[in-house]
């Protein structure tokens, strides 16, 4: 073998070992995403925790298992997921009967087909219930009216007052500044000890966010005595935004008549991204597929010694 063929060889397996590489590369572990419900309730009652794990294509990811901590690191429960992707449990006083607000988060450890991932922290909100002191006598005859004598026979009554809160599930509505947004993105308040006064379909409530990306529309549908209210987004954004979802519910729209500021959940939030210049070319690990680039370099060397080939073979002959 003489020092073309050698070349031409050592080119074709180049051009293998670079065609091989992408699907190498592929084995990796596949990236996770575990978002983490809020938590609310009332000291020494019973609470939920419930985390979703999903693969990057939001596929549910079965039989993993997900540890549940206290913002201080305390562990609390550790669940696995069910065929939905989703580790749920009920657990009773939490914080032993105390009141307080913290946060809490969720880590999937991974295995050898997935990648491991932590989920954002989530709000941890605890009620403190109400003692009512009830006086079952009619006083006395003193010189202040004010004053009242407490007969023996007075009880103390405890009752408790579960909190009126509002919670958005983890979403992420995505756009490009310039673009209608794609279709089907929409988000889902849920109430505690409160309902919708009034059902509506299409009502429009840009009106409730704070920080709405300019260019977005955003409507509301529910019935009237439910504790959900679904929110559709569209519109084309005219600006860029990675914010959170600021949501205050009008008390009108509620049967309590209060308004209730939805709580701050991390993974509910606006992606909405820049337009690329047309005259921009994509970059390897910006849009452009590693994959890709190893191919068109496989291409250009199989040319490359297929020149070398024909020039050999002319020399030959």
Known sequence: MDKADKTLAFLLALTVALTLLPA???AAPI???LALEPVYGVAGEVYQLKATLTDTDGNPINAALVIFYLADGTLLFSMTTGSNGVAQTAFHN?????????TIYAIYAGDTTYDGSRSADAPFIIAQPYTLAVNS?????NANPAMFTMPANAVTLTAKFAPIVAAVSSVTISGTVGSALGGGQSATLTLTNDTVKIGVIGLDVPGWFTGLPAG?????DTLAGSDRITLAFGGTPTA?????FNITIPGSFLTGGNPIAVANNPNARFHITGQRPPSALPQTGDGFPLRQLLALVGVGLIGLGWAGYRMRSGKRA
């Open 24 to 26: 190498l590369a592929f």
């Open 31 to 33: 990236p996770t995403n």
């Open 94 to 102: 939490l914080t032993h009967g105390t009141a307080g607000n913290t």
């Open 137 to 141: 006598g009619t006083g006395g005859n």
């Open 216 to 220: 977005l529309t955003v409507t509301a």
């Open 240 to 244: 860029v935004s990675t914010a959170a």
